[in-house]
């Protein structure tokens, strides 16, 4: 190896002394200690020079036409004669180094990807393993005092912070007094990480919101909600239930929403799964479909009657406007001084799909996915009607005869106390009604006062008595 290093510097110091050689006006001659410049009548080389003689062979220079890119291909053609040991060593390193900058740049493109994919790993889940009594079970003085005072603080936001508006508030009302052992699923567009508890805030009555056994559950990924064990006992205690991304339906918190609507809960999901832009509904995904089809097969397997067994939850759609203003994406606190329209439809309904899956006629699978085409097709008109609305038109709510009970010859509910039209009943049809010449309303002393406060647009748009148990 000694003999390779003491090479490589002989040919990097002849090199220096050719090219200055060529700088002073020399001739460009390849010179060595002792040697005098070519054409100058100089001595003969010096002992050194011949000392050196086979390693000027084996490099053949050629002094009168120097060439750099020449003289780095002699190079690599001495180290290829000097032996394989040396050329191999180069070519070893070459690619050593190639595959290091290879791998540089891998690690620079895809560090975002690989932090988050550390940090996922390294978080701790309270979802996944967890039982289901631990997702659902909270101290009862804590989950009061949790709900009394987000119901509240949410509701002052939306109403004495910012204007909104709700229609169809009858909707939700009618569904809060069915009979206990029927389920309720309400669906809404997700346009914000606040849309639950504001939105929910602003529907519920005031009563209700107050009632830790009236309020709904829903869930929350636990990448958002459940980051540490604090935080876990927080959210179940105001009755949230975590999922996790990616896992799927199977897992925990999805059995326990399952068991919540078999009990005859109130469970509230974002059937997209994710936030959209404005004005915009996404893709439905399975989850609403899944929850539904097993409210269906609990009630059907619990020794009731046929009639009873194929009553369906009851599925209330909400679509709202303005949220992704109060609360907009990378935001830390809401926002004040918004306006926001809140609509309840119609409950969608389902009672021939669970007709047909009690019967056989239609499989799970297929009752799923009709279940998310239809709150895909609800919400998409209540969207239709907030495009309106925002558009400066009269705002119309898509509503149905889809309650247990209501039929063709029924008799169609008298005007409400907002001042709404006598609306005939079309069972099995689509039918508008308008809102128009709307106002506030209010109950009792305590409602009356409030309805002072919160500013909002009430409406009855659905038939009394359509959501009787």
Known sequence: MATYTTTFAYALKHCRNAVRGRLHGHGGGLRTEGEAPQGSGGAFPSASAVERSDFLRLMRWRAESWDP??????????????????????????????????????????????????????????????????????????????????????????????????????????????DQ?????????????????????????????????????TLCATDRCFKTSLMARMFRAVKVLPVERGVGLHQPGMEAAQKLLADGEWVHIFPEGTRQPRGRIGPIRAGVGKLAVSCMQARAGDGTDGAAAALPPLLVPIAHRGMDEVM??????????????????????????????SAGTLTADDVQAEVARRVGRSLAQLNAALDADEAGDVLALPAAAAARGVGAGDEAAPAGRGGGERVELDFGTDFFAPLEGARGVGEGPLRRWWGVLRREVTKPVAPWGAFAA
Request: charged share 30%; hydrophobic share 45%; net charge positive.
């Open 328 to 357: 907009p994406r990378g935001s830390v606190a809401p926002r004040v001084g918004r306006d926001v329209t809140v609509v309840v439809g119609a409950p969608v309904d389902m009672s021939d799909l669970a007709a047909a899956l």
């Open 69 to 178: 890119w020449r003289a780095r291909d002699r190079v690599r053609e001495a180290v290829a004669a000097m032996g394989p040991e040396l050329s191999g060593l180069r070519a070893s390193l070459r690619a050593l180094r190639a595959d290091v900058r290879n791998d540089v740049r891998r690690r620079k493109e895809n560090v975002k990807e690989k932090i988050s994919a550390r940090l996922r790993r390294r978080r701790p889940t309270y979802a996944v393993g967890m039982p289901l009594s631990e997702l659902t079970n909270a101290s009862p003085v804590l989950r009061a005092l949790g709900i009394g005072a987000l119901g509240l603080l949410s509701r002052a936001w939306m109403t004495l912070l910012n204007t909104t508006r709700v229609y169809g508030r009858e909707n939700i009302e009618a569904a809060l007094h069915r």
């Open 181 to 217: 052992r029927r389920a309720l699923i309400t669906v809404s567009n997700h346009a914000a990480a606040l849309d639950d508890p504001l939105v929910t805030a602003a529907v519920l009555p005031l009563d209700k919101l107050l009632r830790a056994d009236d309020v709904r559950w």
